[in-house]
């Protein structure tokens, strides 16, 4: 591989920029769904509740006591509540943000997930009270939504474009969509987000010293590269992004459970996590990672076992005479397309012939929430809390009430879902969500692929960065760049 290292001086401020595939969508944590969007929120606003290495809710902006099965009373604390505008943040402002979110006419997407607070009542400035409509032993989990100020969100405020938060960092400007600004409170540091869509071109970028940092979204090549670069410094950590292979189980070919199972059993995961990925995933069985609390540690990576693909293609009426043909939809992310070819090499050892077929992440995306699919790739990124289960899995979440976009209908799976919603402790909730697990991999609504792992580069002079599990950019809030 080689770059053009042509002249081009890095810019003469103290900035620290960081480049990214993506550029959010929107700067009101009320609507974001992209990544990108929800990784700077976490930065612009504070949360009522975190999460642990174990991903359980611990308190953030307030603690939490449970007076009853239906209702939940949170403490805010003394500290971390000024927004940046010097207002003081009060419960009120709590009950105005989650209030909002459960408007229909503001159609939140994370209405649904919030469905059951029944009534937000205001105890005292620093005390709120959540009455609900039905038990749900992880709903502190579900209060992750950054508050924003009462009196703004009463005047229509534009939270999309003109954030007014509590968190580490306050907004600065936002002179075009690929470019952000944010300044970190506790020492005036200026960061910018700047969007550079080619990894190629952001590694060059990144040399150059047009950028300070780089996070994700890179081949493994381009990462062997930065590595050799005596003024780059990388980082690997293990991530818990998951990633999968759906199907449209209305389809007359991938609705076939068998044909599914072959699909999985023809994949190589082990030498595509090797050969291609450079070591940087691991194989899943789950959505879950084992050692999250209500993950199954039991279960056992699908094998690899091309001759038994082709044995349960052949009872499902599949032969070398008359071949299973599948259309595949990825986007146009060179890795994912060089990631998808492989997947295509593979399935057509055992007699699948696969048309693979890209497009922008736009119409690509759309084509996916729409069921307008036949099989595809993606990952679940952040995952927190086992309610994703219903979300994605449940035979009532058809889009558009959730994410079961490869219309999944199990009664058994519908029944130990809701045997973990209707569970009276975590223990027990645990026990169900493993069960579900063991449950999804025998039939396989999705095929699991891999854990991706998260790679951080920086330049000489960049240090203090920490990456997530999640992968969020929180590592901003201590990162320091010392002069060269």
């Known amino acids: 591989m080689v770059f053009s290292l042509a002249a081009c001086a890095p810019v003469p401020d103290n900035t620290l920029r960081i480049g990214l595939a993506s550029a959010p969508v929107t700067l009101d944590p009320r609507f974001s769904t992209d990544a990108t969007s929800s990784r700077i929120n976490r930065l612009l606003y504070a949360r ?17 006591e449970l007076i009853s099965p239906l209702h939940y009373r949170f403490y805010l604390k003394t500290d971390n509540r000024t927004f940046h505008d010097g207002s003081h943040l009060m419960a009120s402002d709590v009950k105005a943000t989650y209030d909002s979110i459960l408007n229909p006419k503001l159609a939140s997407p994370h209405r649904a997930t919030l469905n059951m607070i029944d009534i937000i009542d205001v105890v005292d400035e620093s005390t709120v009270d959540f009455h609900l409509s039905r038990p749900d032993l992880l709903f502190p989990a579900y209060l992750v939504i950054g508050i924003l100020p009462e009196k703004y969100i009463n005047n229509n405020h534009s939270f999309s474009r003109q954030p007014i938060g509590s968190g580490p960092f306050k907004f600065s400007s936002w002179p075009e969509n690929g470019k952000l600004f944010l300044r970190r409170l506790k020492d005036k540091q200026a960061v910018s987000f700047v969007r550079v869509k080619e990894d190629t071109v952001r590694v060059l970028k990144l040399i150059r010293g047009e950028i300070d940092m780089v996070q994700n979204d890179l081949s493994p090549e381009l990462v062997s590269h930065l590595n050799k670069q005596k003024d780059i410094t990388v980082t690997h950590a293990r991530g818990s992004n998951f990633t999968y292979l759906g199907f449209n189980l209305d389809d007359a070919l991938v609705g076939k459970q068998k044909v599914r199972r072959a699909i999985a059993m023809a994949i190589d995961r082990e030498a595509i996590i090797k050969y291609v990925m450079a070591g940087a995933a691991r194989p899943a069985s789950a959505l879950l990672l084992p050692d999250h609390w209500a993950g199954n ?3 056992k990576d699908i094998a690899y076992s091309p001759d038994q693909a082709r044995a349960l293609l ?15 939809k990825t986007s146009t992310n060179a890795f994912r397309v060089r990631l998808a070819t492989v ?16 497009y922008d992440w736009g119409t690509f995306y759309g084509d996916i929430k729409a069921g307008n699919f036949q099989m595809f790739s993606l990952s679940w990124v952040g995952i927190k809390t086992p309610d994703i289960f219903r979300y994605v899995f449940h035979s009532e979440a058809v889009p558009p009430n959730g994410a079961n976009r490869g219309r999944f209908s199990d009664s058994v799976s519908d029944h130990l879902i809701e045997t973990a919603g209707a569970a009276t402790t975590l223990e027990k909730q645990a026990i169900s969500y493993r069960q579900l697990q063991k449950r999804l991999l025998e039939k396989l609504p999705y095929v699991p692929l891999w854990y991706e792992n998260h790679v951080f580069a920086a330049r000489e002079g960049i240090t203090g960065y920490q990456l997530g599990l999640d992968g969020n950019y929180d590592g901003l809030i201590d990162v320091i760049k010392t002069a060269n």
């Open 314 to 328: 052949a009872e499902a009426g599949f032969t070398k005479r008359n071949p299973l043909r599948l259309t595949y």
């Open 343 to 358: 997947l295509q090499s593979q399935l057509k050892e055992v007699g699948i012939e696969v048309d693979l077929r890209s």
């Open 297 to 299: 540690p039991n279960l």
């Open 48 to 64: 009522l509740v975190e999460f642990n290495e174990q991903q359980l809710p611990v308190p953030s902006l307030a603690e939490w």
